[in-house]
Every structure is written in structure tokens, then in C-alpha cells.
């Protein structure tokens, strides 16, 4: 594995939207800038976190719901984390391949599973969809329910 890591758009949020495995999420960003360790992902990534942090701003939910201010603060926390955004050659084809092959519902999924698979490297995510439709077929791809809170160590599967 290449010494940097990948993240999806499920993970950026919860660094900046307090929700359920936020504190994993928090853990890697912070082990991954203290081991020099570069956060890739895909050329839609910082798009989608915006759609995903609009998404809660119009949520009907209340406990979900992000207020003007608060949306706004999350987004310019966001923009402040340094994730380099990479197509490396052959990322679009590997990744419609990747999507029809395993049968997953979204081709901005593959986007990261592929672009992972491309840079040897892991790739965490927090969208359990994602983890149920791939299963044991990308063993680079990494729950984030399993990254550890700190001062505990990664647990293996």
C-alpha cells in the first residue's frame, strides 16, 4: 500500500458535522496529518461534501438540520483540510467497469473504490451502502466504524 489514504465525501463530513462516527472520522483525518500521510480522493469529492452539508441544511429533520450559519461554518472548515484531488489515467473507464461488475448503484462510489484500487492505497468510508454492496470484493476499502478512537489500535477483520 502507497503511504497515503483516500477518503469519501461521507468521511469529510463527519469532521465537520458532528453526527455518529464523527470521532473516527476526526481520528484519521488527525493520525493521517501527523504521519505526513496525504488524503486523496477523486475530482467530485469536494463537491458532493457540499451537496451532502446543503442536504442537511434542507433537512426536515431537526436533529439533522443545519442552519445558515452552521452550514456556512461547516463548509469553510471543509475547504481548510487538505485533500488532493487526483484522476489519475484510466480513472473514469475503471470505474464504470468497477460499477457494473460489482453491481454497485453509484458510479461517484466507484469514483473512490477505483481511484483507491488505481493508487494502492486504502480507502475509508462511512456509507454502509457502499460496504454492503461490495462486501469482501474490495478488501482496500475500510469501514470506518473500524478505525479507532484514539488511544485504542485498529482493529483487523
Known sequence: MNHAIAVDASVAVKWV???????QARALVADS????RPLLAPPHFSGE????LHQRWRS?????RLIDAEADAALAGFLLFQVEQRAPTGLYAQA???????RLSSVYDALYVAL?????V?????DTRLI???GTRAPWVKALAGYPLPGQALRTP
Do not use: Q
Open 17 to 23: 458535522v458532528l453526527e455518529p462516527l464523527s470521532t
Open 33 to 36: 496529518i501527523a504521519a505526513r
Open 49 to 52: 461534501v457540499t451537496n451532502a
Open 60 to 64: 426536515a429533520d431537526p436533529d439533522k
Open 96 to 102: 464504470a467497469a468497477l460499477a457494473r461488475r460489482l
Open 116 to 120: 483507491a484500487e488505481l493508487e494502492s
Open 122 to 126: 486504502e480507502l475509508w468510508t462511512a
Open 132 to 134: 454492503r454492496e461490495l
